[in-house]
């Protein structure tokens, strides 16, 4: 962790300040509440759906292209064929999004049914926060004409890089027709200085699980279209997480599981309508809702 303190890999590590949590505070620290209760008061809670998400891609690597195989084990592995996912791309990173490779995986992830979504449009893993409101505004009108153009549909999901957000990017975000979405899990697979391996993959999803749970419990999360839909983040960029992914998968079904927390017939989203409808309802509107993120201290990095 020190030599990732010394090491940045995306430009300067920013703290996502705003999420109102410091990393002394814990993660019960907030109320975490993401949206009001869909459903209060009605007994037992819908049962939860993974909506996978991924960050930072996609790959512009011409071998073992860890965003390809992330596509390929989606559609088939060992737990549900056919899973589709949101990809929260960088259109114009230089080793990814801008490039021949990187443009027509993005292209791919949307013709084989994933919903693409916007995480930046600089060349590097920039924090809007840290952007004038002109630079952002122009940033995130480039991104969307970018995925426009090469999905021909315009990205409505947004997640900041960083995780730092405020009133004033949440409002950008908005007048450019996006919404944003955070996680309830994270993975922790955050490419960091050649150290892209979890130590405690297993742990590390039970934790975030367990505290979802309790906002499950409580009927504090929104249901859509019969199940709580519980996000979770990958990155794709991340050659570890493209070779394990089949078995994240099984962590994630195992750790609901242990903390008997029922899962959907299909336990992962299969159909993009339905997953863009999920993201929505799980999306922050407001800038003061301040939801708690997991493993934040893990979060910088990311
Ligand atoms: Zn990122």
């Known amino acids: 962790m020190l030599l990732a303190l010394l090491l940045p890999l995306h430009g300067t590590p920013a703290w996502s300040a705003d999420a109102g949590a410091s990393p002394d505070k814990g993660m019960d620290s907030g109320a975490g509440m993401v949206v009001p209760a869909a459903f209060p008061g009605t007994g037992t809670p819908a049962p939860i759906r993974f909506l996978l998400s991924f960050d930072d891609g996609p790959s512009a690597a011409g071998s073992g292209n ?23 791309t960088q259109t114009r990173a230089w080793n990814g999004g801008n490039t021949d490779v990187g443009r027509q995986l993005i292209k791919r992830e949307h013709e084989d049914g994933h919903l693409v979504a916007f995480h930046s449009a600089t060349m590097f893993h920039a924090n809007h926060r840290f952007m004038s409101t002109k630079t952002l505004d122009a940033s995130l009108e480039r991104g969307v004409a970018d995925l426009t153009s090469t999905t021909g549909v315009a990205p409505t999901l947004v997640r900041p890089p960083f995780w730092a957000y405020d009133a004033e990017t949440l409002e950008l975000y908005h007048k450019h027709g996006m919404q944003m979405l ?22 590390n999803m039970l934790k975030h699980l367990a505290e979802t749970r309790k906002r499950w419990a409580a009927g504090s999360m929104p249901a859509v279209d019969g199940s709580t839909p519980v996000v979770v983040t990958f990155h794709d960029v991340n050659t570890y997480t493209s070779r394990h992914i089949e078995e994240y998968l099984e962590i994630l079904l195992d750790v609901a599981r242990e903390l008997e927390m029922p899962v959907a017939a299909k336990p992962f989203y299969d159909e993009r309508a339905e997953l863009e409808r999920a993201a929505m309802a799980a999306t922050v509107r407001d800038a003061q809702a301040k939801p708690a993120l997991p493993g934040l201290w893990n979060w910088l990095w990311q």
Do not use: C, M
Request: aromatic share 14%; no cysteine.
């Open 66 to 88: 860890p965003t390809v195989n992330i596509l390929e084990k989606l559609a088939h592995n060992r737990w549900q064929d056919g899973i589709k996912a949101i990809f929260f």
């Open 182 to 203: 955070l996680t309830d899990l994270n993975a922790n697979d955050g490419k960091v200085y050649g150290i892209n391996f979890s130590w405690h993959k297993r742990a």
